[in-house]
C-alpha cells in the first residue's frame, strides 16, 4: 500500500513559480515510478511529467522546459518545479504511483487527492 499527498498548489500569476510535492507513505516509494498528472476543468486527466526509480525524468511535449521532476527518495518525496506559469496550467495536479517493469505496471496503481494550481492572467 501507498499513501499519496499532494501539496503546494495555490493561486499564482502568470509568469510565477510553484514548486508542488507529493509525498508518499507505504512500502517502497525508492521501486516505484511516480507520475504528475493534471486534469483542467471539462477536459481529460493528462500526464505531465514522470521520474523512473532511477531518476530518469520525462515530460510531455506541453510542458518541456518550464516543468522539472526531481525525487528525493531519502524523504520519499517527490517534486514538480513548474516556472513561468500560464493561464492553460490552471487544473488539478495529480501524483501516481506504480511499480513497473519494462515500462509495464505491475501490481496497484495509486493515486493522491490533487492539488489545486490556479494562474490568473
Known amino acids: 500500500q501507498v499513501q499519496l499527498v499532494e501539496s503546494g498548489g495555490g493561486l499564482v500569476q502568470a509568469g510565477e513559480s510553484l514548486r508542488l510535492s507529493c509525498a508518499a507513505s507505504g512500502s517502497s516509494f525508492s521501486g516505484r515510478t511516480i507520475t504528475w498528472y493534471r486534469q483542467a476543468p471539462g477536459k481529460q486527466r493528462e500526464l505531465v511529467a514522470t521520474?523512473?526509480?532511477?531518476?530518469?525524468?520525462d515530460y510531455a511535449d506541453s510542458v518541456q522546459g518550464r516543468f522539472c521532476i526531481s525525487r528525493d527518495n531519502a524523504k520519499n518525496i517527490v517534486y514538480l518545479q513548474i516556472v513561468s506559469l500560464k493561464p492553460e496550467d490552471t487544473a488539478v495536479y495529480y501524483c501516481?504511483?506504480?511499480?513497473?517493469?519494462?515500462?509495464?505496471?505491475?501490481?496497484?496503481?495509486?493515486w493522491g487527492q490533487g492539488t489545486q494550481v490556479t494562474v490568473s492572467s
Open positions: 521520474i523512473s526509480t532511477g531518476g530518469m525524468p
Open positions: 501516481n504511483a506504480e511499480r513497473r517493469i519494462g515500462g509495464v505496471r505491475i501490481g496497484e496503481s495509486y
